[in-house]
C-alpha cells in the first residue's frame, strides 16, 4: 500500500544544533504537510507544500518538496527548547479522497 | 470557537466492553477523521467521513464502526474492546478548500 517513511525516528541535539528530519513516499503525492506534537498534545499543523521543488520558511523553520514529489524535508536551525516534540509529515496521495498519510514522526529533544 | 473537542479524555475498558468515542466541530467542516496513535506507528487512520451522511474505511478500520450524526459530529464506537486497541485515539476535521487538518486533544484508552 501507500507509504510515507520518515527519518530518524529520534534526533536528540544539544539547544544551537541544527535538525533535519526527512521524508520519503512511495508514490507521487499531490502536496504535503507538516504537523508538530507536543508532548501529550495534538498535532498542530505547521505548513503546506504544493509545487515540485517547492521551499518554503517560517522563522527557523525550513520546509522543502523534492521535484519527483516524492520527498520532503524539514530543517530546523540553531534549535531551542521549545523545538521540542514531535514532527509528522503527512501527504495527499489525491487530493479527491482527502485521506491523509503519515509518516511515523521524528521526535526531537533538545537538552539545554 | 472550541475546534475539535472529544470526549471522554480518558478511558479504561474490559476486554469485551463497548464504548463510544465522540467528537465535535464547530468550523463548519465537511470531513472529519478518526485516527489512533500508537508509539512509533504515526497517525493512522481509522474511518474518515467526506462529507455528511457518508463514511470511508481508512487504513485500520477493523473492531470500529463510526457514525456521523450531522456535520458538526462524528462518533467512533468499539463493539468489543481488545487489548489491541489500547491507544491514543484523535479526531480530526478540515475543509475541502485548504486541507490543513484540525485536531481534537485525544482520547486516551487502555483496555486490560
Known amino acids: 500500500g501507500q507509504q510515507v517513511m520518515q527519518i530518524p525516528q529520534y534526533q536528540h541535539v544539544q539547544e544551537g544544533e541544527d535538525f533535519t528530519t526527512y521524508c520519503n513516499s512511495s508514490?507521487?503525492?499531490?502536496?504535503i504537510q507538516w504537523y508538530k506534537q507536543r508532548p501529550g498534545g495534538h498535532p498542530v499543523f505547521l505548513i503546506q507544500?504544493?509545487?515540485?521543488?517547492e521551499v518554503k520558511k517560517q522563522k527557523r523553520l525550513t520546509f522543502q518538496f523534492g521535484e519527483a514529489k516524492k520527498n520532503s524535508s524539514l530543517h530546523i536551525t540553531a534549535t531551542q527548547t521549545t523545538d521540542v516534540g514531535t514532527y509528522f509529515c503527512a501527504g495527499y496521495v489525491s487530493s479527491n479522497t482527502g485521506k491523509l498519510i503519515f509518516g511515523q514522526g521524528t521526535t526531537l529533544q533538545v537538552k539545554p | 470557537n472550541a475546534g475539535v473537542t472529544q470526549t471522554p479524555k480518558f478511558q479504561v475498558l474490559k476486554t469485551g466492553q463497548s464504548m463510544t468515542l465522540q467528537c465535535a466541530q464547530d468550523?463548519?467542516?465537511?470531513?472529519m477523521y478518526w485516527y489512533r496513535q500508537d508509539p512509533g506507528m504515526g497517525l493512522r487512520l481509522i474511518y474518515y467521513s467526506a462529507s455528511e451522511g457518508t463514511t470511508d474505511k481508512g487504513e485500520v478500520p477493523n473492531g470500529y464502526n463510526v457514525s456521523r450524526l450531522n456535520k458538526r459530529e462524528f462518533s467512533l464506537r468499539l463493539e468489543s474492546a481488545a487489548p489491541s486497541q489500547t491507544s491514543v485515539y484523535f479526531c480530526?476535521?478540515?475543509?475541502?478548500?485548504?486541507?490543513?487538518?484540525?485536531f481534537g486533544p485525544g482520547t486516551r484508552l487502555t483496555v486490560t
Open positions: 468550523m463548519n467542516h465537511n470531513s
Open positions: 508514490t507521487t503525492l499531490s502536496n
Open positions: 480530526a476535521s478540515t475543509t475541502a478548500s485548504s486541507y490543513e487538518q484540525y
Open positions: 507544500l504544493v509545487k515540485s521543488g
